[in-house]
């Protein structure tokens, strides 16, 4: 009956009966009741602990609980209290069709009929999406808190579909109830809810939006999914799993901010510094299967380079450094490689430069790093120059050598003392900076291979512009290094300037081999270390050589076969025949000098033999031909000479480089005349003196004569015969050459550039003012100069330089070991002697002429003694 009160029977815990008519939505009324019927006020029930029963209220059986407790979750689906709870009819539209799209049982799925239903309600009424977003969240949020996972997973589809069919200008009134909810599903403990909400992140990351956010904000999903590229679950499968649901939320991460510059700057060094090293870790990852943590790495980090404008290049490669740095990666070589050569493929080619450079000031900053660190970062550079061939080094490029080259040089330093370190206390070994040098002369080439032709002239003029050269550029040395670290440093910028010649390519030699170049280059010939001498004529031989022949002729024979060898040849032209008319008594004569050394060995013989065929190939003219032969003949000469300082493998090895280059010059171009006397030759000392033949000398165990060198006229090359053969010939115009024997002339810079420091050069001049100045002073003499006297001193002049030689020697080893009293007591009497003189110099100045009648006049005042009034001076 009405008004009778019935008996309700225990509520749950924490659940009140609402007040039916608190609040109702809006143009909603209560319903009207019956005339006389009134509606009884509902007592409120408050909380009842588990397990405790009201008395006087019967106990529900478990069946009408759950119905009871089905029901108060259908009550909880409100956000607020009302008849709305309770009559399903009247709540809102969205929120009955949100509902509705939940099936009975969670594994059914998503309700796809009245998912569409949700779908075209949204499309049609924009303005509540936000509702509808806050809605689903609402309900996601308190499935999650109950743990029902199905449920929480097809809220999570619900509301990628409703993204995706939203159009662009209507998407941000679900952004932030959609990225609310991620955050709830990222903070969970749940690995498949890590998956589930990366996954939604992508599938919002791949939308293209139109309109602007000024609101947004990603700096958690920044931080969540870099942590979980770090996952070290105890299971493998979900650790991979996690780690590449981390990977592709950061490739989410980028795609959706990278383009917009009204979102967050992911290239922030705070965001960079998360990114970065979280894929770099999975980078190192050696299983690169498809769907693997290193293969989705590779693609992300790939797409995040890409994307990197000029601005952003630093930001992004700072990180990667610092990572190597940490965790030791340098010295393994393989992975900081492999990392670079992903940074140079992915960035634009135009900000190539930007990488060598950080590189190249990261170097500098691990000077003080063992060189196992410092190798390891100077063969990056060297994959790194290779790769970015196509580009350029940027406006700095003699800075990137400048670089190289110091490192170079605090190498030898630290190969010297033992440490690399100002406190002696980090020991180095020489074979580990062996390596580190090594590395940074191959990417000195490196470099230099990726630069247009005149930018590889300059750098190598800025190299030879670094080489201590003795009596040139004495101070450019190592100053701690001392006389055997200058060399040391010799030999490495040489090295280094021979990688940068090899792939040197010029269309003459003008260009090839400047002045300015040339001379520093040639003093190094007349050197006393072989090495550097080798070096010498390697790098001559590679400039030279712009047809690539030098490999074809490295080998030294008499049975060469210019039609098997297949030589590249060509008319020399105007601009050669100028630098031979300039240069080539210069470069002869360094040639006739340095196969005067006694330490020559086979390399510098086959060396010297490959020079001067790649000379008589590039410059195919009759004029340099007989030049070559004159000078043949001159070194045939050398060798026969009595000079004690040529061993017997010298002199055999010079025979052996005549036989072998005149076998390959009559092939050239000379009449046949001249190829059937180097045949005769040839076979008369295969058959009584095989050591005169490059085949038995030039090899891994030369067979030499026992005892003294004596070589019959029948195994030399006669100058006459050849100028017969040559007769009648477009070669004849210059046989007269042939006639002249061939004898160089020392300069003041071959003088110079065997002095081992400035002190030598010093000294030396000392020595010879002191031997001009102890002579007596004598008359002067008038003898008639005639041909034959001028003859004779141009024959006598062997000798002299032989005395000369021996008179600096003397002087070098007496300022090199008498004590420092000696030296001093020995400059301190120059110098008296040099005021003596100029005091009488000064003296027959100022002193007047005799006069007629023979009495000596009055001693005047010398001027620089006079004293002149100060109105005078002026």
């Not at 750098?459 to 550029?473: D, E, H, Q, R, S």
């Not at 062997?798 to 070098?812: I, L, S, T, Y």
Request: hydrophobic fraction near 35%; aromatic fraction near 6%; charged fraction near 20%.
């Amino acid at each position: 009956m009405p008004g009778t009160l019935h008996s309700f029977p225990s509520m749950p815990r924490g659940v009140t009966m609402p007040s039916l008519f608190s609040s109702l939505p809006r143009g909603v009324n209560p319903p009207s009741l019956p005339r006389g019927v009134t509606m009884p006020t509902l007592p409120s029930f408050p909380s009842i602990p588990r397990g405790v029963t009201i008395p006087g209220l019967p106990a529900v059986p478990e069946a009408p609980r759950r119905l009871l407790q089905d029901c108060c979750s259908v009550l909880d689906h409100q956000t607020s209290g009302g008849l709305c709870g309770c009559c399903w009819a009247l709540r809102p539209r969205y929120k009955r069709l949100v509902d509705n799209i939940f099936p009975e049982n969670p594994e059914d799925g998503l309700v796809k009929a009245n998912m569409e239903k949700l779908t075209f309600f949204a499309l049609s009424a924009p303005e509540k999406l936000d509702r509808i977003a806050a809605y689903l969240s609402e309900r996601l949020t308190r499935e999650l808190n109950r743990h029902r996972y199905g449920y929480v997973c097809i809220a999570m589809e619900a509301m990628e579909q409703l993204l995706l069919a939203c159009r662009c200008q209507s998407i941000n009134l679900l952004v932030e109830s959609f990225l609310s909810t991620l955050r709830l599903l990222l903070e969970a403990d749940r690995p498949h809810l890590h998956v589930l909400a990366t996954n939604s992140f992508v599938k919002f990351a791949n939308i293209e939006e139109d309109t602007p956010s000024y609101h947004r904000s990603y700096d958690f999903f920044v931080s969540r999914f870099s942590e979980m590229c770090h996952s070290d679950h105890n299971d493998p499968d979900t650790q991979i799993k996690i780690r590449v649901s981390g990977i592709r939320g950061l490739q989410g991460v980028v795609r959706k901010t990278v383009d917009d510059e009204l979102q967050v700057n992911i290239w922030e060094p705070r965001h960079m510094e998360q990114i970065v090293p979280a894929l770099l870790v999975n980078l190192q990852r050696s299983h690169c299967n498809s769907g693997s943590p290193a293969e989705q790495t590779e693609v992300c980090f790939r797409e995040l380079l890409g994307r990197a404008a000029y601005c952003h290049i630093n930001n992004a490669i700072r990180p990667v450094l610092m990572h190597l740095d940490s965790h030791s990666l340098w010295e393994g070589r393989g992975f900081a490689v492999r990392c670079f050569q992903i940074i140079m493929y992915s960035i634009q080619s135009q900000h190539s430069h930007l990488v060598i450079q950080q590189l190249l000031g990261h170097l500098d900053a691990n000077s003080r790093s063992p060189a196992s660190v410092r190798a390891g970062i100077v063969e990056v550079l060297s994959e790194a120059a290779v790769i970015e061939a196509t580009g350029s080094v940027g406006p700095t490029v003699l800075e990137v050598f400048n670089t190289l080259l110091r490192q170079l040089r605090q190498s030898v330093d630290y190969q010297l003392t033992g440490y690399y370190d100002n406190a002696g206390k980090q020991e180095t070994t020489s074979t580990e900076e062996k390596t580190l040098q090594d590395a940074v002369i191959r990417t000195i080439g490196s470099f230099a291979n990726t630069l247009p032709v005149y930018q590889r002239s300059e750098v190598m003029l800025f190299i030879m512009g670094k080489i201590p050269v003795p009596g040139i550029y004495p101070a450019l040395g190592s100053p701690n290094a001392g006389f055997e670290g200058s060399r040391m440093i010799q030999v490495m910028l040489l090295k280094s300037l021979l990688q940068v010649s090899e792939r040197y390519e010029s269309s003459n030699l003008l260009t090839a081999l400047p002045s300015s170049f040339l001379e520093p280059l040639l003093s190094f010939t007349l050197m006393e270390d072989p090495e550097i001498r080798l070096l010498v004529l390697s790098i001559l031989t590679s400039l030279i050589d712009r047809r690539h022949n030098a490999a074809r002729l490295a080998s030294v024979s008499v049975t060469f076969d210019v039609s098997v060898l297949e030589l590249k040849e060509d008319r020399c032209s105007r601009q050669d025949s100028l630098f031979m008319r300039k240069h080539t008594q210069r470069l002869y004569r360094h040639v006739y000098l340095a196969c005067r050394e006694e330490n020559n060995g086979r390399s510098h013989y086959q060396a010297l033999f490959t020079l001067l065929a790649v000379l008589s190939v590039e410059l195919v003219n009759e004029e340099v031909l007989v030049d070559l032969i004159q000078l043949v003949l001159a070194l045939q000469e050398l060798a026969l000479s009595n000079q004690p300082s040529l061993s017997v493998f010298n002199r055999c090895g010079l025979h052996a480089i005549c036989a072998g280059f005149l076998a390959l010059l009559s092939q050239l171009g000379p009449p046949p005349a001249l190829r059937q006397h180097v045949t005769q030759v040839t076979e008369s000392r295969q058959k009584e003196a095989p050591y005169l033949l490059p085949e038995d000398v030039l090899c891994d165990k030369p067979r030499l004569p026992e005892g003294e060198l004596k070589v019959d006229e029948a195994f030399l090359f006669v100058q006459s015969k050849i100028c017969e053969s040559l007769a009648g010939s477009s070669y004849s115009a210059h046989c007269e050459r042939l006639n002249t024997p061939y004898t160089p002339q020392l300069t003041d810079e071959d003088r110079l550039s065997r002095r081992k420091s400035i002190v030598d050069i010093i000294s030396l001049q000392m020595d010879t003012d002191l031997q001009s100045s102890s002579d007596p002073p004598q008359k002067p003499q008038t003898e008639q100069i005639t041909f034959e006297m001028l003859k004779n001193t141009i024959e006598d002049r062997g000798p002299v330089e032989e005395e000369e030689r021996r008179k600096r020697m003397q002087v070098v080893e007496r300022f090199q070991t008498a004590p420092f009293e000696e030296i001093a007591a020995l400059c301190g009497s120059r110098t008296s002697l040099l005021h003596s003189k100029l005091n009488r110099v000064f003296d027959l100045i100022v002193r007047p002429p005799p006069s007629p009648s023979g009495q000596s006049p009055h001693r005047s005042t010398p001027l620089y003694e006079m004293k002149f009034p100060d109105l005078c001076v002026y």
